[in-house]
């Protein structure tokens, strides 16, 4: 059960790099240039879903959104990993003030969604892939803070620790030698949660013109133009929504079966 | 005395949390390049008239000045004036604040309603069919965008069927029936879409009661598992359910602001789309201010209720 569960997550993951890498290379149209004479055309054998309002092909753009998807999952979920881990570890390895301080400080983060954020920086530098993939990246910074945290002090209480610290290991030496190495699975699975929730978060910015803007095809501003056309064309609005949606169940079941995975003491009895 | 004690220290991480957000709210719009007088005339305003400009919006003191203005207003209830159209924020948020808290509010009600119900399922079937479908269903429900969400309920109960209003809003004082149907599709979207996150938690409170000694006693004087559940599981399951609510509140306010895109509601939501597309910054930063304000004042009354629902709490020494 739980083994099919990362199987699912790696193959729906797979789906996703495997349209980003091949559009890459190839799509059947040009996602971009705008064709007039064919508007919103139903699905066929040319255009396996169809074509959206300016006449372009709904797949080709399909496959090139995987792009933005991937791209600003990669560098939000980095982002928050290469700030939010460290301070994790040292919260969790310092103690007393600096814990407070930093947890705290991660709170009020926390308070200050991605969306908010994204609002701000928008309205101040204009929207873009950059300021989502800030916003983002910068929002989950919190959640990767708590998750190395919280392993750290598990790691801390463990004997080997104590001996390494009694033969005169430094804390700079047990924090990169015994704590990083144990931790780095629930990175892992934080990673790999963190990613879905970087999608649903990108695909809302970029719906609502926060995010990438056109004509660049990302899922989230596909939905944007297909809403224009809900009564005349609903089955546009299925696509770019179903991606996102397989995307984010993929990277999610990952996580889950990654974990189960990697600690056999989380595996629940059936 | 510790009660006491416990309530004025929350009240000091409120204050602290907030001094902290105002601080990074105020230094993300100082990032601004130029600056707001600049934007407001343009690339071509001779040097003298943006000077002119930033003197009378005050643009000219130090940044800690600017910032001891701000805050200080917000603290008595001023969240700025909009550079654009002179506005107050304040007129701008109020009449706009009914429709967001209905979303979530009838949201955050409407979630409980549906994953309580469905955890307590997950749980109890937990090795059947029954309970692997919830599990499931909730797996795929993490994964739909709330706006998808509410995109495909359009297009089923407004296209297809045609049985509610695709978008819009009536203010409830002008007609109730009406107010009720332009809210349907987006609490009924919003409610299933948190619904979904919340089932995983409720589905493993629910577990532990099933493992506690308790639970065992009541089912061995013949207590059904449903009437056992109820008795004694619900309150303790509320404990760990309030603490998920309190950190969705900001996702499900999130979630609000989304769906009122979708449906064109005149929420903050909105008010936030109009601001940031018209790059009105002292809107924006007042009314994202005022959001965070909400999100932690109700996290500090979460932790407060806790005192409430758990009676061990309001005695003893700190959990």
Same mark, same amino acid.
């Given at each position: 059960?739980?083994?099919?569960?990362?199987?699912?997550?790696?193959?729906?993951?797979?789906?996703?790099?495997?349209?980003?890498?091949?559009?890459?290379?190839?799509?059947?149209?040009?996602?971009?240039?705008?064709?007039?004479?064919?508007?919103?055309?139903?699905?066929?054998?040319?255009?396996?879903?169809?074509?959206?309002?300016?006449?372009?092909?709904?797949?080709?753009?399909?496959?090139?959104?995987?792009?933005?998807?991937?791209?600003?999952?990669?560098?939000?979920?980095?982002?928050?990993?290469?700030?939010?881990?460290?301070?994790?570890?040292?919260?969790?390895?310092?103690?007393?003030?600096?814990?407070?301080?930093?947890?705290?400080?991660?709170?009020?983060?926390?308070?200050?969604?991605?969306?908010?954020?994204?609002?701000?920086? &928008?309205?101040?530098?204009?929207?873009?892939?950059?300021?989502?993939?800030?916003?983002?990246?910068?929002?989950?910074?919190?959640?990767?803070?708590?998750? &190395?945290?919280? +392993?750290?002090?598990?790691?801390?209480?463990?004997?080997?620790?104590?001996?390494?610290?009694?033969?005169?290991?430094?804390?700079?030496?047990?924090?990169?030698?015994?704590?990083?190495?144990?931790?780095?699975?629930?990175?892992?699975?934080? &990673?790999?949660?963190?990613? &879905?929730?970087?999608?649903?978060?990108?695909?809302?910015?970029?719906?609502?013109?926060?995010?990438?803007?056109?004509?660049?095809?990302?899922?989230?501003?596909?939905?944007?133009?297909?809403?224009?056309?809900?009564?005349?064309?609903?089955?546009?609005?299925?696509?770019? +929504?179903?991606?996102?949606?397989?995307?984010?169940?993929?990277?999610?079941?990952?996580?889950?079966?990654?974990?189960?995975?990697?600690?056999?003491?989380?595996?629940?009895?059936? | 005395?510790?009660?006491?004690?416990?309530?004025?220290?929350?009240?000091?991480?409120?204050?602290?949390?907030?001094?902290?957000?105002?601080?990074?709210?105020?230094?993300?719009?100082?990032?601004?390049?130029?600056?707001?007088?600049?934007?407001?005339?343009?690339?071509?305003?001779?040097?003298?008239?943006?000077?002119?400009?930033?003197?009378?919006?005050?643009?000219?003191?130090?940044?800690?000045?600017?910032?001891?203005?701000?805050?200080?207003?917000?603290?008595?209830?001023?969240?700025?004036?909009?550079?654009?159209?002179?506005?107050?924020?304040?007129?701008?948020?109020?009449?706009?604040?009914?429709?967001?808290?209905?979303?979530?509010?009838?949201?955050?009600?409407?979630?409980?309603?549906?994953?309580?119900?469905?955890?307590?399922?997950?749980?109890?079937?937990?090795?059947?069919?029954?309970?692997?479908?919830?599990?499931?269903?909730?797996?795929?429900?993490?994964?739909?965008?709330?706006?998808?969400?509410?995109?495909?309920?359009?297009?089923i109960f407004a296209v297809?069927?045609?049985?509610?209003?695709?978008?819009?809003?009536?203010?409830?004082?002008?007609?109730?029936?009406?107010?009720?149907?332009?809210?349907?599709?987006?609490?009924?979207?919003?409610?299933?879409?948190?619904?979904?996150?919340?089932?995983?938690?409720?589905?493993?409170?629910?577990?532990?009661?099933?493992?506690?000694?308790?639970?065992?006693?009541?089912?061995?004087?013949?207590?059904?598992?449903?009437?056992?559940?109820?008795?004694?599981?619900?309150?303790?399951?509320?404990?760990?359910?309030?603490?998920?609510?309190?950190?969705?509140?900001?996702?499900?306010?999130?979630?609000?602001?989304?769906?009122?895109?979708?449906?064109s509601l005149p929420g903050l939501g909105?008010?936030?789309?109009?601001?940031?597309?018209?790059?009105?910054?002292?809107?924006?930063?007042?009314?994202?201010?005022?959001?965070?304000?909400?999100?932690?004042?109700?996290?500090?009354?979460?932790?407060?209720?806790?005192?409430?629902?758990?009676?061990?709490?309001?005695? +003893?020494?700190?959990?």
């Open positions: 059960m739980k083994k099919a569960q990362l199987v699912a997550g790696l193959v729906l993951v797979g789906l996703v790099v495997l349209a980003a890498v091949v559009s890459l290379f190839w799509t059947p149209f040009d996602p971009i240039r705008v064709v007039p004479g064919e508007r919103l055309a139903p699905p066929s054998l040319t255009h396996f879903l169809g074509t959206d309002g300016f006449g372009i092909d709904i797949f080709s753009r399909l496959l090139v959104g995987a792009r933005t998807t991937l791209a600003v999952g990669i560098i939000s979920v980095s982002l928050a990993a290469v700030f939010g881990v460290p301070l994790g570890m040292l919260a969790g390895q310092a103690g007393g003030w600096v814990d407070d301080v930093v947890m705290r400080t991660a709170d009020v983060v926390y308070a200050l969604p991605a969306l908010l954020l994204a609002m701000l920086l &928008a309205s101040v530098f204009g929207a873009s892939t950059t300021t989502a993939m800030i916003a983002i990246g910068v929002a989950s910074i919190p959640a990767f803070a708590r998750v &190395a945290r919280a +392993g750290t002090l598990q790691v801390m209480a463990a004997d080997f620790i104590l001996a390494a610290r009694v033969s005169g290991t430094s804390r700079w030496g047990v924090a990169s030698r015994h704590v990083a190495p144990n931790i780095a699975p629930v990175i892992g699975v934080q &990673a790999s949660v963190g990613f &879905a929730m970087a999608i649903l978060a990108e695909a809302a910015l970029s719906y609502l013109g926060l995010g990438t803007p056109r004509p660049n095809p990302t899922w989230g501003n596909m939905l944007r133009d297909a809403q224009n056309y809900l009564f005349v064309a609903p089955l546009q609005a299925v696509w770019p +929504g179903l991606a996102i949606a397989v995307a984010v169940l993929g990277f999610n079941l990952l996580g889950d079966g990654l974990r189960d995975y990697l600690d056999p003491r989380l595996r629940e009895v059936p | 005395m510790q009660l006491g004690l416990r309530i004025a220290k929350r009240l000091g991480v409120f204050s602290v949390s907030l001094l902290g957000a105002s601080l990074l709210i105020f230094a993300i719009t100082q990032a601004l390049p130029g600056d707001v007088a600049q934007v407001l005339l343009g690339t071509d305003a001779t040097p003298e008239a943006v000077a002119q400009l930033r003197a009378q919006l005050g643009l000219d003191r130090p940044w800690l000045v600017q910032y001891l203005d701000w805050i200080g207003g917000i603290l008595t209830g001023d969240f700025g004036v909009s550079h654009l159209s002179g506005d107050a924020v304040v007129s701008l948020l109020l009449p706009r604040l009914a429709v967001t808290m209905w979303l979530v509010g009838f949201a955050m009600f409407g979630s409980l309603l549906l994953a309580v119900p469905a955890g307590m399922i997950a749980a109890l079937k937990r090795r059947s069919w029954q309970g692997i479908l919830v599990s499931a269903s909730a797996q795929v429900g993490m994964a739909i965008p709330v706006f998808w969400g509410g995109i495909l309920a359009v297009v297809w069927l045609r049985w509610l209003p695709a978008n819009g809003y009536v203010p409830l004082t002008q007609n109730p029936a009406s107010w009720a149907a332009h809210l349907v599709l987006p609490v009924l979207t919003l409610s299933a879409v948190q619904a979904a996150v919340l089932i995983r938690y409720v589905r493993s409170a629910f577990v532990e009661v099933l493992n506690e000694d308790y639970y065992r006693t009541a089912r061995s004087i013949g207590w059904t598992p449903m009437r056992a559940l109820f008795r004694h599981g619900l309150r303790n399951v509320a404990i760990s359910l309030v603490t998920v609510l309190g950190l969705q509140v900001s996702s499900v306010l999130v979630g609000a602001i989304v769906i009122e895109s979708v449906f909105s008010l936030l789309m109009t601001a940031v597309a018209q790059r009105d910054l002292l809107v924006v930063q007042g009314t994202v201010m005022f959001l965070v304000l909400a999100v932690l004042a109700i996290s500090a009354l979460v932790d407060f209720s806790y005192l409430l629902i758990d009676p061990r709490q309001r005695t +003893g020494r700190e959990a």
